[in-house]
């Protein structure tokens, strides 16, 4: 068998996704900002710098060297757990080194064998993967749809379901922008005895109390645990699992990519800590975030497009090549917009994902649409 032949179902692979307008590549970080997750403008921020600088000068080493039970375990991820834990209202708060390995780790963990999980069809690919390797059965409930939950739930007590019951949900949605009903859901959860598990990958920072989040009446609750990344707008890079302690401390005990990973590095600890007291202190990032996707809303609208009244503005197109010719005629006109397609979204909702930060302003915001106006009808 010559060497090639090793690669040749690799070359196949990639050569149908090209077919399908759906091969994907490394794309170069230039133009107005419409595609990052630096929501409230935190990554870039002087504040942030100068914490990690100070911390670096006084001695806080890059790396962890080891895994939090080995010698990993650092007093800046102790402080960060320790304050999030305070801010959020949770019992207990316990930090790994990215949203995907915090969902995969919590799924694949804290559910056991007969129980079940009920993940939204449109939830995170970590939460689908996480549910897939868990040791519980798992289904799909539609989108947003409490009672579909309510009815997956009783479905599976009547085949004889004995464990306990998993919800799985973002309180907001990454490519589509909406809202999870999460009074709904907790009546549901409450209803079988189930826990509610939130990601609150896109909401952290932006919304609720202080920007604690959308699920911030429901932590501390405990059949609640919440997640809560550090890498959008918080503008680090890790995540908050917060529960109550008996969970992280199993989580401590029994989570694999916890105890075999490398702790996360302690400047990320300090980061995420200071982009935190960031959000407390400075309520106006928030409040010019809201005024950019009312003005975003409105610009969209005169379009006859709709409004996701988030800083997630999704402009469905359907077509994977005329999605991805919009997508490369707004970054050739100065604008980082990206296109998104299958099997990151549903078949036929291929879509530019407009993404609204602090990094641009209302003036950015309206060339935008202009650009897009002219470009519209350019791909048709």
Not at 10 to 26: P, S, V
Not at 242 to 270: E, K
Request: aromatic share 6%; proline share 4%.
């Amino acid at each position: 068998m010559s060497a090639q032949s090793f690669l040749d179902r690799y070359g196949a692979t990639l050569n149908g996704l090209a077919r399908k307008d759906r091969l994907r590549a490394l794309g170069s970080r230039s133009g107005l900002d419409f595609a990052s997750n630096d929501y409230l403008g935190i990554a870039h921020s002087k504040r942030l710098r100068e914490a990690v600088a100070a911390a670096l000068a006084a001695g806080t080493s890059i790396g962890a060297t080891g895994s939090r039970l080995l010698r990993g375990n650092m007093p800046e991820h102790e402080a960060l757990e320790a304050d999030a834990a305070d801010l959020f209202g949770a019992e207990r708060a316990l930090f790994f080194s990215g949203g995907y390995i915090a969902n995969f780790s919590v799924l694949t963990t804290l559910p056991q064998r007969g129980d079940l999980i009920v993940l939204d069809e449109l939830v995170h690919a970590s939460a689908h993967e996480g549910a897939r390797s868990a040791r519980a059965e798992f289904v799909q409930a539609s989108h947003n749809d409490s009672g579909n939950v309510d009815d997956a739930i009783r479905a599976w007590r009547t085949r004889g379901g004995i464990g306990r019951p998993w919800i799985v949900v973002e309180s907001l949605y990454s490519m589509d922008g909406d809202r999870a009903p999460l009074d709904d859901l907790i009546v549901v959860a409450d209803r079988h005895d189930a826990f509610l598990f939130v990601d609150e990958a896109h909401a952290t920072g932006i919304y609720g109390p202080g920007g604690c989040g959308l699920a911030h009446h429901l932590q501390g609750r405990e059949n609640v645990v919440v997640l809560h990344t550090c890498g959008k707008a918080l503008g680090a890079s890790g995540a908050l699992v917060m529960a109550p302690a008996v969970l992280c401390d199993y989580l401590i005990n029994r989570c694999r990519p916890f105890i075999y990973s490398t702790a996360p590095s302690p400047l990320m600890a300090v980061a995420a800590a200071t982009a935190l007291d960031i959000v407390s202190d400075e309520p106006e990032r928030r409040g010019r975030l809201a005024r950019l996707v009312a003005h975003a809303g409105k610009r969209a609208q005169a379009l006859g497009l709709p409004a996701s009244g988030s800083q997630i503005l999704p402009i469905i197109i359907g077509d994977n090549a005329r999605t991805m010719a919009l997508a490369q005629a707004l970054q050739s006109r100065g604008f980082d917009v990206r296109g998104i397609r299958p099997p990151t979204v549903p078949e036929g909702t291929a879509r530019l994902r407009v993404s609204l930060t602090l990094n641009v302003g209302e003036a950015d915001v309206s060339a935008l649409f202009d650009a897009l106006a002219g470009e519209w009808e350019r791909t048709q």
